[in-house]
């Protein structure tokens, strides 16, 4: 009986934190989303990784995995209705649910920086045991783009990504 019941624990446990670590590949069923997944043993085979002028050298042998995510969104004009947020695809609705799901999980928000109608917010979350899962969020006016990073990221590694933008 103690068997069965602590077995029940464990998959129930299992499958709560499968479903926390999968939302962001949900994104992968809708037509109308590209979506980027790139393995440990890819990363791997990157040589070196620039963004600007920050070297991700170090941080891409850190990472597990990569999932970029990007769509493009519904252009609200002057004069639509009040319920336009009824209007929009479900993708669209989704990635907003995105930082609604973050918030809930208790991410814990880096940087967020506005420059006219573009919005860009980097959050984080521990995994575990030096595993870390960052998250920045781009939305623009016409386009919304999620890049997740997964892997044993340090505090240098996170600042080296919040000076990327």
């Known amino acids: 009986m103690k068997r069965s019941i602590i077995l029940s624990l464990a998959l129930m446990l299992a499958s709560v ?20 997944y790139i393995s440990k043993s890819l990363i791997g085979l990157i040589d070196n990784v620039k963004s ?11 990472l597990d995995n990569v999932i970029i995510i990007d ?17 929009m695809p479900a993708y669209v609705r989704y990635a907003h649910s995105a ?3 973050m918030h809930n999980e208790r991410y814990e928000r880096l940087m967020s920086a506005k420059d006219g109608d573009e919005l860009t917010s980097i959050y ?36 080296k990504i919040s000076k990327m933008k």
């Open 124 to 159: 984080v979350k521990n995994r575990g045991k030096n595993k870390k899962e960052i998250v920045i969020y781009n939305e623009e006016k016409e386009e919304i783009s999620i890049v997740v990073l997964r892997g044993n990221l340090s505090a240098e590694d996170i600042r």
């Open 52 to 62: 600007g002028n920050v070297e991700l050298k170090g941080i891409s042998e850190k």
């Open 99 to 101: 930082l609604i799901y």
């Open 71 to 87: 769509m493009d969104k519904p252009v609200v004009v002057k004069g639509s209705p009040n319920n336009v947020e009824n209007l």
């Open 17 to 36: 934190a499968t479903w926390a670590q999968s939302f962001f590949e949900k994104f992968e069923n809708y037509d109308d989303i590209e979506y980027v």
